[in-house]
């Protein structure tokens, strides 16, 4: 967390526990402390919540984006209160979706690595230009909005479907189905959860609507996309690029996709600026002041 939140906090007469527990220390702090707050990868699933439940723990707080890595809805049925901080991270995971559509467009991602081996690749790096070109983002809440502002400054025309988004919210861009957005786009960005009940979205039957050569960008969540599809459609040549923040396991121990020559990779860092985690914290403490009721 954030320190100068923790010193917020701290100087407000709360204890911040930051240390790092395992096992039985887990779940005896857990039962004890009023607030847990957790970022990406830890994992609060239903044989945890039925360890912790009973004690003084009322208020579950995610200090980011997706609660996906909470069973938030067994947690509610418990009686637990579960809180994320949505309005924080949007500009920043937006920022590296775009920062992932230029390595790529430029080959700045492998033209980066081979320089410092040495080599000198001039005429291996052909790239494309990506204003005039469609981007279609799949999915339509508070970052991909993001996206769309900055890539409509880039000058490209920005396409969007979203299962809950009425198409008269944003009346400036296009929707469509997710199979019309796929069949048009030049780039395709995804901003969506992942639902463990449904699987991926992107598969080896969506990659097969896609153009041939399209680029595709994943910040949002691991398992959104097939990772043996995305192989496949890499090295068949269907898809001509993919930016990838976010992995089916996370650290990945898919080096084939990490080490594949058309990928811009990223460990999972969508949310990492020195703002936003500023802002993550300030709205997390802000969650828990209006939880609690403190002024």
Request: proline residues 2%; hydrophobic residues 40%; aromatic residues 6%.
């Amino acid at each position: 967390m954030d320190k100068i939140a923790v010193d917020v906090l701290v100087e407000a007469g709360n204890f911040v526990d930051t240390n790092h527990y395992d096992g039985d220390a887990l779940v005896e702090k857990m039962r004890n402390s009023d607030v847990i707050i957790i970022r990406s990868a830890t994992k609060i699933r239903k044989a945890l919540i039925d360890q912790i439940k009973g004690g003084d723990l009322k208020l579950m707080i995610r200090a980011g984006v997706g609660i996906d890595n909470i069973d938030h809805v067994y947690a509610e049925e418990n009686g637990f209160t579960v809180k994320n901080t949505p309005n924080s991270s949007s500009a920043a995971v937006a920022e590296l979706a775009i920062a992932h559509i230029f390595a790529l467009s430029r080959h700045i991602h492998v033209a980066n690595v081979t320089m410092k081996k040495g080599e000198w690749n001039k005429k291996h790096y052909s790239g494309t230009e990506i204003n005039g070109k469609i981007l279609g983002l799949v999915g339509m809440g508070r970052i991909s909005h993001e996206v769309a502002i900055r890539a409509k400054g880039l000058g490209m025309t920005v396409v969007y479907t979203d299962l809950f988004s009425k198409p008269e919210k944003y009346p400036d861009l296009e929707y469509l189905t997710l199979e019309a957005l796929l069949k048009r786009s030049d780039y395709i960005s995804l901003h969506i959860p992942y639902d463990k009940t449904k699987g991926a979205t992107i598969k080896k039957e969506q990659f097969e609507l896609m153009k041939d050569g399209v680029y595709l960008i994943n910040t949002a969540r691991g398992g959104v996309i097939d990772e043996k599809a995305l192989l496949d459609a890499l090295n068949n040549g269907k898809v001509a690029g993919a930016g990838i923040d976010v992995f089916e396991e996370e650290p990945t121990l898919n080096q084939a996709l990490v080490d594949h020559p058309k990928v811009s990779c990223t460990p999972h860092i969508g949310a990492s600026t020195a703002e936003a985690q500023e802002r993550i914290g300030f709205e997390t403490i802000e969650v828990i002041n209006n939880f609690f009721n403190i002024n």
